[in-house]
């Protein structure tokens, strides 16, 4: 880890302005925040041997506490290099300043200098991530809900984006899952019960891409594995050469205590009418949690099982109990 791993924010800026400049006074001496065309900037932070490349926008760094990116606060404290693609709006990354500045980079050999090198992004960010890792051969991708176009001829069936349909994904760095052909390996993160998004990650399916499906967690991926707390641990991992699917979900059983996702798996029971799957996971969650709601809606369950005559699986403190 590097000597100096203080992280300096932004949060004194205001205005679009004052913030931007406060980003190249930062970047002066860690690196450097370039312009590359109108709707996008590269900020690089030279520190470490291991590179994390983030796809992130204006709207979501300028939310956040220190109005930094999240990839430079992560890199930071971990002594890590970083290079954040900032955009300024839904411009997909497809511009040709973006694609002149990765070519850029390329003929520098400029990815060639780190021992590792991890892209990710999440959303419009996870179609970044993805297209612009053909430029780093054995590069990690870890793309949370990512398209793979919004090119009509291949994804007209999203129609979410429609207005960005006019932008052109035909030319260079254009079809996501293309773009990963040189990549190491590629996690995609995606919740298959989002009908369009499981059928954009569809589109990643390769021998060397692991497909995370992360039911019930829907269509805001990127913010809640950041509210399970999981979702920096991950990064960590891939830039530590140590994220594998088994140990995506060791970190996932984070979910078994929060409680959206508790909630939206017993609202998806609830539907299917499945009383006794119901009971046992009201069961399992008012002994472990504060949790009235479920505790509440146990005590019903429970009536209505007894009606039906049926008899719920004891639990293994019951078990052992009876055996004395």
């Keep these: 880890?590097?000597?100096?791993?203080?992280?300096?924010?932004?949060?004194?800026?205001?205005?679009?302005?004052?913030?931007?400049?406060?980003?190249?006074?930062?970047?002066?001496?860690?690196?450097?925040?370039?312009?590359?065309?109108?709707?996008?900037?590269?900020?690089?932070?030279?520190?470490?041997?291991?590179?994390?490349?983030?796809?992130?926008?204006?709207?979501a760094i300028r939310a956040?506490?220190?109005?930094?990116?999240?990839?430079?606060?992560?890199?930071?404290?971990?002594g890590w290099s970083h290079l954040c693609i900032m955009a300024e709006g839904e411009t997909w990354y497809r511009d040709p300043a973006v694609f002149g500045y990765f070519d850029r980079l390329v003929d520098d050999a400029f990815f060639e200098d780190f021992d590792r090198v991890v892209f990710y992004g999440a959303g419009m960010g996870g179609y970044g991530a993805a297209a612009y890792s053909v430029c780093a051969p054995g590069a990690t991708v870890l793309a949370v809900q990512p398209l793979a176009t919004l090119d009509p001829l291949i994804a007209g069936w999203d129609r979410r984006h429609f207005h960005k349909r006019r932008l052109d994904f035909s030319t260079r760095y254009g079809f996501a899952p293309d773009m990963t052909e040189g990549a190491g390996e590629v996690f995609v993160i995606y919740d298959p019960q989002e009908t369009l998004d499981a059928m954009h990650s569809a589109l990643f399916t390769r021998p060397f891409v692991t497909m995370l499906r992360c039911r019930n967690l829907g269509g805001t991926l990127e913010s809640t594995l950041t509210h399970l707390g999981i979702l920096s641990p991950m990064l960590t991992a891939a830039c530590e050469g140590r994220l594998t699917a088994a140990a995506f979900w060791q970190l996932y059983r984070a979910r078994r205590d929060y409680g959206p996702y508790l909630r939206t798996l017993m609202g998806r029971i609830d539907t299917g009418k499945r009383t006794v799957l119901a009971a046992l996971l009201c069961r399992n969650v008012a002994s472990r949690l504060t949790a009235p709601r479920f505790k509440r809606r146990f005590a019903e369950l429970q009536e209505e099982i007894a009606a039906l005559g049926i008899e719920l699986p004891k639990t293994a403190a019951e078990k052992r109990a009876a055996r004395g």
């Design 64 to 78: 956040r506490d220190g109005q930094m990116p999240m990839g430079y606060t992560l890199a930071r404290g971990e």
């Design 1 to 59: 880890m590097s000597e100096d791993t203080r992280i300096e924010t932004a949060a004194d800026a205001t205005t679009h302005e004052e913030w931007l400049a406060r980003l190249d006074e930062i970047a002066d001496d860690l690196g450097y925040l370039e312009p590359l065309g109108k709707a996008h900037h590269a900020l690089f932070v030279d520190d470490g041997p291991t590179l994390l490349v983030t796809f992130e926008t204006v709207d």
